[in-house]
């Protein structure tokens, strides 16, 4: 297949999907490689945060989310495909192969999730004090457990302790000047097509607010720079933590593959989500969090869920600056 048959096939509706996938930062650490009758997917080594994921979890998650993306529109648009992680042992930076099938009949969930993967962005604004209802929540959760993965909703008792995990790896974050220098290198006025804009950043919680947001502007402001507004978020968050059976890559980009069908489910049904991963990025917190969940698994990353109102979205490289072709 070449570049032009590309832009008007299956590849280009996956990759066109694919970079529509949440990431760490908004770094997009991926690349794609269209061949035959598939398309390679690869993570990008110079687009892993050094400071921020520095084992490469994020990027995994990622590139996880970018082979659902695919794989999701490809089925609303009438075409099977089979997905493989890892399939190359020699080749570490190839996270997945999407490969096509022919052609299949879509039914209800997929055109719904289909359409969902252009409208799922995070939402980093407060949420209304309206509580996600259980079936909508077990729903989620049987999202996560079809891709093999678990989405723990945290009781109160689990949310405080969260919180306070929270609160002290946000505390270990900003008192790291690389960490700090890193998010302000990928903060920015809106003039890049990745990295987060100021303006979808989202507000400062007023004090007292339970959940520590990460504060995008807070390495980018001076010392006589005032702070940014500060507004109040909800009340009563619904946490959620997405875990799986094991550690390894493997394990990770699957987690990812779980985490963007559960993003697709909530967008479908109306819900916003926003990420909370600052205790999977300090490995004292990542650890303690474990044990908190008593067994449910490996926590891959944390999201907060809920009706939100909307906000500004996060630019996306073209398919033309990230695709590559074969022969």
């Not at 930062?25 to 035959?36: A, D, L």
Request: with cysteine; aromatic share 4%; charged share 25%.
């Amino acid at each position: 297949m070449g570049a032009r048959d590309a832009t008007t096939g299956p590849a280009d509706i996956a990759v066109r999907a694919g970079i529509r996938a949440p990431s760490q930062h908004n770094t997009q650490p991926w690349r794609f490689r269209v061949f035959g009758d598939g398309v390679e997917v690869l993570r990008d080594p110079d687009r892993v945060l050094e400071h921020g994921d520095d084992d490469g979890r994020g990027a995994d998650l990622a590139c996880g989310a970018v082979l659902c993306n695919m794989r999701v529109a490809l089925a609303a648009a009438g075409y099977g495909c089979g997905v493989d992680v890892l399939p190359d042992g020699r080749r570490p930076e190839l996270a997945g192969v999407v490969r096509f099938t022919g052609p299949a009949k879509p039914g209800p969930e997929d055109v719904a999730l289909g359409a969902a993967v252009g409208r799922r962005a995070t939402n980093r604004r407060p949420f209304a004090d309206r509580p996600v209802p259980p079936s909508l929540r077990h729903r989620l959760a049987a999202a996560a457990e079809s891709e093999g993965a678990r989405l723990v909703v945290l009781s109160p008792a689990e949310l405080d302790t969260f919180a306070a995990l929270l609160r002290r790896a946000d505390h270990v974050l900003a008192r790291d000047a690389e960490y700090r220098a890193e998010l302000a290198e990928w903060t920015h006025d809106g003039d890049r097509p990745d990295g987060v804009p100021a303006s979808a950043g989202g507000p400062r919680p007023e004090p007292g607010t339970l959940l520590a947001m990460r504060d995008f502007g807070a390495a980018r402001r001076v010392a006589e720079e005032p702070p940014t507004a500060e507004r109040a978020f909800e009340r009563d968050p619904c946490v959620a933590v997405l875990t799986s059976t094991g550690d390894t890559r493997r394990h990770r980009i699957a987690a990812g593959v779980a985490l963007e069908r559960v993003l697709l489910v909530a967008t479908s049904r109306g819900l916003s989500a926003s990420f909370l991963p600052q205790p999977l990025e300090v490995e004292s917190t990542r650890l303690e969090l474990a044990t908190a969940l008593g067994g449910r698994g490996h926590p891959q990353t944390a999201l907060r869920l809920g009706y939100g109102y909307p906000g500004a979205t996060t630019p996306r490289r073209s398919v033309e600056d990230v695709t590559s072709y074969a022969g």
